[in-house]
Every structure is written in structure tokens, then in C-alpha cells.
T-cell receptor, first 113, second 117 residues
């Protein structure tokens, strides 16, 4: 039973570019959340998708957008990259019913130069 | 507010000792709390959770204590092993936030646990 998988594992981009990160949820899960984790800090909530719609959003600018597909997988897009966007981006999945805890992937390490 | 940055609290213990990791949360409306373990290069791994209608919950070698009066959470690890070395995060959330389970978690700053053989 595969857990949460993310791709790519590492990525280097230049300031001003755009990036797309991908996530496949744990088998049986229908909800995907994205988090940004800066070095030495706890993860910060970006947004959550359920039934292909953004359900909740954290304090992140509109440069951060996402999508959820019918198979529950998800993408995180970041436009006009800034140096401060360098971080570990974590995807987490859960099941909307039963208040299940989040299961995290191992993240995508994004470096903006 | 909590301190942020590279200076995470640290806890060093000897193998076999019991460890206690503490966390202060900020939102008195939070009603679900989770402890995660994060090893280097990996995502957070669920350890144990507790709801606000409880003050103690036990798992395998771990116990979580919740004191809502002072908004304090602790994780006790019995017979700590070198494999327990990691960064430990507490997280809080509010039931029904957005109506989609407990997706929007607020994480604490983390504690680095080092277990010496």
C-alpha cells in the first residue's frame, strides 16, 4: 500500500520562474493538503483540496495555486518565484470522513536561486 | 508568540531513558492535537493524537498529555531508543475547519531529540 508520493524530490529554479509540484495521495484518501516548511521551522499550511476544489487556504499569496484531479492527485503551482520560496514543500493526504490524521509525503526540496 | 528559526529546543537523553517533549499551543479553540516525528530528509510521521475531551492517551511506548487549562501538550517516550532521534512537532487544529477533516494544522516550532547509545 503506497503512502503519499511526491515528485520531483529536488528542484532548482531561478527567481521569476514558475514551478509545478506533484502529489499522489495515500491509497483510499480523498483529501490533499499542501504545506511549506522552511529550514528549521514547522510546516505552514498553504491550502487543502477536496472534491477538486480548494476548501481551506492559509496565509499565502495568490502566486500559490493548486489543483486536484479526479483521481485525487494534486499539483501545487508557484508563479514568479522569489528567493524566499526556497523550502521543503510537503503534501499530506487524509480521508474526509472519520477525521483521519494527515499522512505526509517526503516532500519536494525547492531551491530558488 | 513562539520563537522561530534555526534555534530549535533540544533534548539529549541516554538510550533507555524516558523522554518528555513539551509544547505550548496558542488557540484555545483547538480541539484536536497531534504529535509528529520528522527524520532528516523525510516528511512528518504521525505518532499519536488526542482530542480535547481527553487529557491522556497512550500508544506503544508513547503517551500524550493534554492540559487545556494552561494550553500545554506533552509527549512522553518510554525507553527511548537511538531510532527515536528526530525533530518532534506538535500540531493543533479545530474540528470542522472548512468541513474537511483535520487538514489545516498549525505546527509548533519543533524539538530536536537526540538519543545517545
Amino acid at each position: 500500500d503506497a503512502g503519499v508520493t511526491q515528485s520531483p524530490t529536488h528542484l532548482i529554479k531561478t527567481r521569476g520562474q514558475q514551478v509545478t509540484l506533484r502529489c499522489s495521495p495515500k491509497s483510499g484518501h480523498d483529501t490533499v493538503s499542501w504545506y511549506q516548511q522552511a529550514l528549521g521551522q514547522g510546516p505552514q499550511f498553504i491550502f487543502q483540496y477536496y472534491e477538486e476544489e480548494e476548501r481551506q487556504r492559509g496565509n499565502f499569496p495568490d502566486r500559490f495555486s493548486g489543483h486536484q484531479f479526479p483521481n485525487y492527485s494534486s499539483e501545487l503551482n508557484v508563479n514568479a518565484l522569489l528567493l524566499g520560496d526556497s523550502a521543503l514543500y510537503l503534501c499530506a493526504s487524509s480521508l474526509v470522513q472519520g477525521n483521519s490524521p494527515l499522512h505526509f509525503g517526503n516532500g519536494t526540496r525547492l531551491t530558488v536561486t | 508568540g513562539e520563537s522561530v528559526g534555526l534555534h530549535l529546543p533540544t533534548l539529549s537523553v541516554q538510550e533507555g531513558d524516558n523522554s518528555i517533549i513539551n509544547c505550548a499551543y496558542s488557540n484555545s479553540a483547538s480541539d484536536y492535537f497531534i504529535w509528529y516525528k520528522q527524520e532528516s530528509g523525510k516528511g512528518p510521521q504521525f505518532i499519536i493524537d488526542i482530542r480535547s475531551n481527553m487529557d491522556k492517551r497512550q500508544g506503544q511506548r508513547v503517551t500524550v498529555l493534554l492540559n487545556k487549562t494552561v494550553k500545554h501538550l506533552s509527549l512522553q517516550i518510554a525507553a527511548t531508543q537511538p531510532g527515536d532521534s528526530a525533530v518532534y512537532f506538535c500540531a493543533e487544529t479545530t474540528a470542522g475547519a472548512g468541513g474537511t477533516s483535520y487538514g489545516k494544522l498549525t505546527f509548533g516550532q519543533g524539538t530536536i531529540l537526540t538519543v545517545h547509545p
